[in-house]
């Protein structure tokens, strides 16, 4: 969702919006439910970590077929 636009691919930008949206709701809910800022800080980089994974996971599955 967010990997799109760091890796430069041609994903559509209703998927980058979609991600950012799922970023910011759950952030939103980690500080409702008292989260410390450091950890708020590492979800981020932890989540957008993975959609970059996932993302070039799927592209490598893709690339086989």
Do not use: C, H, Y
């Not at 759950?26 to 981020?44: E, K, M, Q, R």
Request: proline share 2%; aromatic share 10%; hydrophobic share 60%.
């Amino acid at each position: 969702m967010i990997a799109p636009a760091v890796m430069g691919s041609s994903r559509s930008v209703t998927s980058a919006t979609l991600g950012a949206t799922l970023i910011e709701s759950i952030f939103n809910i980690l500080i409702l439910i008292g989260v410390s800022t450091f950890w708020l800080g590492a979800f981020v980089g932890l989540f957008i970590t993975l959609a970059i994974a996932f993302d070039r996971v799927i592209a490598q599955l893709g690339s086989k077929n």
